[in-house]
T-cell receptor, first 115, second 112 residues
Framework: DAGITQSPRHKVTETGTPVTLRCHQTENHRYMYWYRQDPGHGLRLIHYSYGVKDTDKGEVSDGYSVSRSKTEDFLLTLESATSSQTSVYFC??????????????FGPGTRLTVL | DAKTTQPTSMDCAEGRAANLPCNHSTISGNEYVYWYRQIHSQGPQYIIHGLKNNETNEMASLIITEDRKSSTLILPHATLRDTAVYYCIVRGVTSGTYKYIFGTGTRLKVLA
């Protein structure tokens, strides 16, 4: 299995509080992604990174920000958590070989509950 | 990226082949077909991908029609551990198209 860890694995917080989720990889892959998964929606991309300090928005980026100061770490921040952000969050990594973007490997997920 | 259509759910008897279909009628020439699965609440797991030729690996086979408008993932001898949600994804692999678009997938239940 690809070396991807997420922390925390479970978190309960209150509306209005800031929350930061961490994704850590040991594969030295260039690309990292944050998804959320909700019943009936499959996985939806929040933000992704294509290198250190290089990030871009996905399809559901409102209310989220990201940072990547090192290759191995990709942080997802909820500046002021809302109940609609209760979800399971997955991090993924991938690499590109000769300009071809390869398959993504996913972390174990973080279950976030916002009360 | 092209949109995909999959059945919501399927059942398969243990030991039999599981054939999971996917329609991607708007696929373009440089887009690959990827399959992932998600067992219970774990992170999705890569299975296989292909462009136009049939592909096989230790987990599964992927059959893509000649016109590339549909494909079938085949698990040759399904086991109870193959019970999962299977996602078919179509995406380009170059020119900055890093993103996957996941649908809701097919929930496969392998029956003892």
């Amino acid at each position: 299995d690809a070396g991807i860890t997420q922390s925390p694995r479970h978190k309960v917080t209150e509306t209005g509080t800031p929350v930061t989720l961490r994704c850590h990889q040991t594969e030295n892959h260039r690309y990292m992604y944050w998804y959320r998964q909700d019943p009936g929606h499959g996985l939806r991309l929040i933000h992704y990174s294509y290198g250190v300090k290089d990030t871009d928005k996905g399809e559901v980026s409102d209310g989220y920000s990201v940072s990547r100061s090192k290759t191995e770490d990709f942080l997802l921040t909820l500046e002021s958590a809302t109940s609609s952000q209760t979800s399971v969050y997955f991090c993924a990594i991938s690499e590109a070989t000769s300009g071809v973007y390869n398959e993504q490997f996913f972390g174990p997920g973080t279950r976030l509950t916002v009360l | 990226d092209a949109k995909t259509t999959q059945p919501t759910s399927m059942d398969c008897a243990e030991g039999r082949a599981a054939n999971l279909p996917c329609n991607h009628s708007t696929i373009s020439g440089n887009e690959y077909v990827y399959w992932y699965r998600q067992i219970h609440s774990q992170g999705p797991q890569y299975i296989i991908h292909g462009l136009k030729n049939n592909e096989t690996n230790e987990m599964a086979s992927l059959i893509i029609t000649e016109d590339r408008k549909s494909s079938t993932l085949i698990l040759p001898h399904a086991t109870l551990r193959d019970t999962a949600v299977y996602y078919c994804i179509v995406r380009g692999v170059t020119s900055g198209t890093y993103k996957y678009i996941f649908g809701t997938g097919t929930r496969l239940k392998v029956l003892a």
